[in-house]
Structures are given as structure tokens and as C-alpha cells.
């Protein structure tokens, strides 16, 4: 079952907290996203990774840090969250072709108070 | 830089209508595509449609790429179907970075 798999669903930290988001998928695809969506808005892109050790910046890469240590495994850190960085975060998967669907996680709410 | 717009930005309708969704795209897409958004969150996608016309079950997605145009057709829709619709185009140079609209938001009602 091709499945992407975020973790934690719900999470409140305080400004200055650090923020660890999650994500696994079992499809061994090679590319790896995380999106951010805020309410009125379409997704908006924060990092990709292509492999391992291999990210790339996207639209809105300030305020975070990622991590790719295992092809199934893409880590969002937030050191010191800030609140305009609550929002709901999309984790995504494809394979590296030129007819990559994208296949998404069911999203992190997180709340920065 | 590149654009995506989709209109309407919301739409509601009776069960059985039929439902025409637009993506509009400021430059050649490599790759476009259609997703859907859940109520509850989760997006799938439903077509990769870089050019052409594609179906499946009640939907077909036209993309007219030299016109910088797709649309999404709905046929004889269900509550089932509501929920929020979006397109995104790839860059210039395949980076796989997806551009997303702001999505139209379908409300299908009995």
C-alpha cells in the first residue's frame, strides 16, 4: 500500500520552541517535499530533497531546516517557531521522472502560541 | 515569475450539475496537474496532464498547452465531490517544483 505518513497530526508549541515534523513514505521514491497551506491559499513550497543529503530551497525557505538521512524518512525542523509559522504542513513524495504524481501525507497542524 | 490562476475561486451546486473548473498558467508547463483536497485535508492527485484530454470516471482534464490553459470537468457531480481543487505547474527546467494555484473550492449540495 503506497502510503505517505506524518507525524505529529496535531501540535501546539510556544514561540522560541524548536519543531520537529515528520515524514515517512514506503514507496521508495527518490523526491521528497514539504508544502505549507494557510487558510485562502494554495500550497506553498518550503524544501525539496531529491535523495538523500541532496535539498534543495523552495519559495519559502526561511525559518527552516530539513534533514534526509534515509530515502524514506524527510524531517521539517523550526528552531526557535515563530507564530506566523502556524499553519498546516504538507509532506509529499514522487519518483524522479518527468511524470512524477505527487503523493501527500494527511498534513500537520501546528499552532505556534 | 510563473503564475498559476484557477477560477472560480469557489463554486456550489446541486447534486446531478455538472461542475467546469480553470487553470490558466503564465508560462509553458512541463507538467501540469489536477489534485484534490479532501474536506478533512489529505490531497490526492488526479491527473497528470501536461497536454491533452484525459478521463477518468466522471472527470476530464483538457490542457491546451500553447494557450496556457486547463480545465477540469466534472459530470453530473456528487456531494461526494466537494471539496477544494487545485492545479500546479512545474518550472522551467523540470525542477519539480511544483507551483500551486489558490485552488477552487466545489460545495456540492442534495
Known sequence: ??????????????????????????????????????????????????????????????????????????????DSAKTNQTSVYFCASSLRTSQNTLYFGAGTRLSVL | GQQVQQSPASLVLQEGENAELQCNFSSTATRLQWFYQHPGGRLVSLFYNPSGTKHTGRLTSTTVTNERRSSLHISSSQTTDSGTYFCAIDREGGSAKLIFGEGTKLTVSS
Do not use: A
Open chain 1, 1 to 78: 500500500d503506497m502510503k505517505v505518513t506524518q507525524m505529529p497530526r496535531y501540535l501546539i508549541k510556544r514561540m522560541g520552541e524548536n519543531v520537529l515534523l515528520e515524514c515517512g513514505q514506503d514507496m521508495s521514491h527518490e523526491t521528497m517535499y514539504w508544502y505549507r497551506q494557510d487558510p485562502g491559499l494554495g500550497l506553498q513550497l518550503i524544501y525539496i530533497s531529491y535523495d538523500v543529503d541532496s535539498n534543495s530551497e523552495g519559495d519559502i525557505p526561511k525559518g527552516y531546516r530539513v534533514s534526509r538521512k534515509k530515502r524514506e524518512h524527510f524531517s521539517l525542523i523550526l
